[in-house]
């Protein structure tokens, strides 16, 4: 029970670390916190679904298609919504959390109340160390969700592109000084964020199925997971959403499965008690 | 003269409102009195959002905890509903305390996150724990009285949105106040002249929580059943919308948010689920290019020029 329990919190684990890291970014160069967030994961699933069932793409097409989507929508929501808030994070707030209540409700309109999943990549399971059989789909996911973790790292810490989105995020004045077109890169690095959201829900989708309001929870596990690792850090969600993961699913298998999600905010209070700028937050955050 | 006239304005309106249920049916006496709720939890909404520029998604949260105390101390302590209201309030006043100890002073955004968190924990204990709260079925609870009457409870609910309003009116007078908008303004500068940031967000928060306790314990002894839709999320996005359509940061603005949106929700009943994403849809396009909602609109057109009078 023990083994299968961390194996289940490891592969959420990395999903929410996925879904951290778009949050992530966006705080961190736009010091906006996006509600929206798990409706924007929703929708990539919502979309994988139609594009892989309905219309019978190939699946990876399907998937790389909807995180597409889901970006350039990102991009509209950005210039439309998020834009003209610059500087007044109060409305940002109020626009994202309106702007989430929308869109749920627009998919219950557009796709139901129902559970939809797209097709599994892969069938069948497989005997994890001799220990437990476990299934093929969530191995798969977590071995996709560590590859987009990587690139997300490979692209932030190794690419010129990184290099603007930490210079940023670090100093945002100087970073304007030095040339740097914070407008655009404030758009661009909205749609990544979304695209991040968009990532992990293309990959969750097949294991967890979408419905309207399945975005909730994830969102706010993000959100967690960003308090927890500090806000702007990006090794602070890599650790924090593996730790959530684990604890969330170690607690439901011994403690209580009613409350898995709540395990999650005993660990936000602590940390707003105990050290409120994080693990891997700075002091003066 | 001119504010002696308009306070007679103001007190005829009052009693014109206070004898208009006398001459309506009991389906638009309900109306009037979800208005009053509305009212109560758009102002106090208000006197957070508005004032300090805080954001707390866990409105329609704590008025959940004042309705479940008040409902849970009568059905199961059997305890007198009004003591029940009383100690709803109170609670809810030490839960936003609490809250907003833990994370009011690392600002903004972490009131946001907390309370969203706060609220879907409270969402998960009182599905949970349905063997006190009945979960979804919801808790039936007595009436405030023993004879049910729609026009007892809309003078209870009138009494409390004015005790409501005139909480918010004299704290935003007052030198809190003052305070509030300076650290809403400038946070850093209000600092400097020695206003404490935190310990006036914090008041404020505690008075909001406590004022949406009140709502919520009296709207549940009202409706006789408690259900998990009082704290919901889409009942924070009502509150939320009537204050920024009616006018974030405007005494009248969520007095008329309130009853503009309920009235019309009354109205577009027939299209069912429909109206929650109507409703998102207008506040969207007024949060964005009315920010200052509907009062706005109206100064900005008709208003003359001359000093807020908030």
Redesign the interface.
């Known amino acids: 029970m023990f083994a299968i329990a961390s194996m289940n919190g490891l592969v959420i684990g990395a999903i929410y670390a996925l879904s951290a890291l778009g949050v992530s970014l966006v705080?961190g160069i736009m010091?906006v916190?996006n509600?929206a967030h798990g409706e924007f994961y929703i929708l990539a699933g919502y979309f994988s679904f139609l594009f892989a069932s309905t219309f019978g793409m190939n699946v990876v097409v399907a998937m790389i298609l909807s995180i597409t989507l889901v970006f350039v929508f990102g991009l509209m929501v950005e210039y439309?919504?998020i834009r003209?808030t610059y500087g007044d994070?109060?409305?940002s707030?109020?626009?994202t959390?309106?702007?989430s209540?929308?869109l749920q409700?627009?998919y219950?309109?557009i796709f139901g109340p129902y559970p939809n999943k797209p097709p599994g990549w892969v069938k069948g399971a497989t005997n994890v160390f001799g220990l437990f059989f476990y299934g093929n789909q969530r191995l798969a996911a977590l071995v996709a969700g560590i590859c987009v973790i990587a690139v997300v790292f490979a692209m932030i810490k190794l690419t010129w592109f990184g290099r603007i989105v930490r210079a940023t995020s670090q100093d945002r004045e100087m970073a304007e000084l030095n040339g740097v077109d914070t407008t655009r890169l404030n758009m661009l690095s909205f749609g990544l964020g979304c695209a991040l959201a968009a990532a992990a829900g293309v990959i969750l989708a097949p294991v967890f199925p979408v419905t309207p309001t399945a975005g909730?929870?994830v969102a706010?596990t993000a959100?967690?997971v960003v308090?927890l690792g500090g806000?702007g850090s990006m090794w602070g969600c890599v650790i924090g959403g593996l730790t959530l993961g684990l604890v969330e699913n170690l607690g439901a298998a011994y403690l209580?499965t009613?409350?898995k999600?709540?395990f999650g905010?005993v660990i936000?209070?602590l940390v707003?008690?105990i050290r409120?700028s994080g693990l891997f937050g700075h002091k003066d955050a | 003269m001119k504010r002696y006239r308009n306070k007679f304005i103001y007190g005829a309106g009052l009693v014109l409102f206070a004898i208009l249920p006398w001459t309506l049916g009991v389906y638009n006496q309900h109306v009037l009195i979800v208005c009053l709720f509305y009212t109560m939890m758009a102002a106090s909404w208000n006197l957070l959002?508005g004032y300090t520029?805080q954001?707390s998604?866990g409105h329609a949260a704590f008025a959940g905890i004042g309705a479940y105390a008040s409902g849970i101390l009568a059905v199961k302590a059997g305890l007198h509903p009004w003591v029940g209201v009383i100690a709803g309030t109170g609670l809810a006043a030490l839960f936003g305390l609490l809250v907003g100890m833990?994370?009011l002073?690392?600002g903004?955004?972490?009131l946001?996150?907390?309370t969203?968190?706060?609220s879907?924990?409270l969402h998960?204990?009182i599905?949970?724990e349905y063997e006190i709260t009945r979960g979804t079925m919801g808790l039936q609870v007595p009436g405030l009285m023993v004879d049910y009457s729609k026009l007892a409870y809309f003078y209870i609910f009138l009494a409390a949105t004015l005790f409501t309003l005139v909480v918010v009116y004299k704290l935003v007078h007052s030198n809190a106040g003052l305070n509030f908008r300076a650290v809403q303004n400038d946070e850093r500068a209000a600092s400097a002249l020695g206003v404490d940031v935190v310990r006036v967000r914090l008041l404020a928060f505690t008075v909001s929580s406590g004022l949406a306790g009140l709502a919520g314990a009296l709207y549940g002894h009202y409706m006789l059943l408690i259900t998990p839709h009082i704290p919901s999320?889409?009942q924070q996005?009502l509150v939320?919308?009537m204050t920024?359509i009616g006018g974030l940061g405007s005494f009248v603005g969520p007095v008329i948010g309130a009853f503009c949106l309920e009235i019309l929700s009354e109205y577009i009943r027939a299209w069912g689920?429909?109206h929650?994403?109507v409703f998102?849809?207008i506040?969207?396009i007024v949060?964005?290019f009315a920010?200052k909602g509907l009062v706005g609109i109206y100064k900005a057109r008709w208003g003359k020029s001359r000093p807020a009078a908030a």
Do not use: K, Q, W
């Open positions: 705080v010091n916190v509600f439309t919504l003209p994070d109060l409305y707030l109020i626009l959390f309106i702007l209540i929308v409700n627009a219950l309109l909730v929870p706010l959100f967690v308090v806000m209580s009613g409350y999600h709540v905010f936000l209070i707003l008690a409120p | 959002a520029g954001i998604f833990l994370c002073r690392m903004g955004i972490y946001s996150l907390t969203l968190g706060f879907e924990i998960i204990v599905n949970n999320l889409d996005f939320l919308s920024v689920e429909y929650v994403l998102g849809l506040a969207l949060a964005r920010p």
